[in-house]
């Protein structure tokens, strides 16, 4: 069974840095997708970037982020996943998720959807605050 766990979530000024990180247990993707999406009080679960599992692909991101977030695999993993997030605005507040999703061709076709992923985390919070 995969399990997925969000780490580094916190408090944080305005215009100040984050890094999340992700880890899915027991997730040996052939091939399948991590995805970070988020939650701000009041709104839906909105997407943020996905990381297809094979060497050499690259993340999609969701416009919405705007160049400030960069996602990125520790290096020789599948399973772990980083959510660097920069220049944070107090409307980046809400909860983080990682998914992780072991469809190969919801992964290519819906990368950033969220129906495309099976399993999910609890969510760490993240506060952007004076």
């Known amino acids: 069974q995969v399990t997925v766990a969000e780490y580094g979530g916190g408090s944080v000024q305005p215009g100040g840095s984050l890094r999340l990180s992700c880890i899915a247990s027991?997730?040996?993707?052939?091939?399948?997708?991590l995805g970070w999406f988020r939650q701000a009080p009041g709104k839906e679960r909105e997407s943020i970037a996905s990381?297809?599992?094979?060497?050499?692909?690259?993340?999609?991101y969701a416009d919405s982020v705007g160049g400030r977030f960069t996602i990125s695999r520790e290096k020789g993993t599948r399973n772990v996943l980083y959510l660097q997030m920069s220049r944070l605005l107090p409307e980046d507040s809400g909860i983080y998720y990682c998914?992780?999703?072991?469809?190969?061709?919801?992964?290519?076709?819906?990368?950033?959807?969220?129906?495309?992923?099976?399993?999910w985390g609890q969510g760490t919070p993240v506060t952007v605050s004076v």
């Open positions: 990381q297809y599992s094979p060497e050499g692909s690259h993340p999609d």
């Open positions: 998914a992780a999703s072991t469809s190969g061709p919801r992964c290519r076709q819906r990368p950033l959807s969220a129906s495309t992923y099976d399993h």
């Open positions: 027991n997730f040996a993707p052939n091939p399948g997708c």
